[in-house]
């Protein structure tokens, strides 16, 4: 069976910023970042 690419692949954004430009408004996206941060340093504690 030969081995073959049907599709060519899509490469995403650089960036998560690029990518979620305009789905969230600065101040939902700080309150993310904030939230992330939290739980990531309670995973790390």
């Known amino acids: 069976m030969k081995n073959s690419i049907t599709k060519p692949i899509k490469m995403s954004p650089k ?3 690029d990518k ?9 996206g700080e309150e993310l970042n904030k939230h992330i941060k939290q739980m990531r340093e309670e995973w790390n504690s």
């Open 15 to 17: 960036k998560l910023s």
């Open 20 to 28: 979620y430009r305009g789905i969230f408004s600065k101040e939902q």
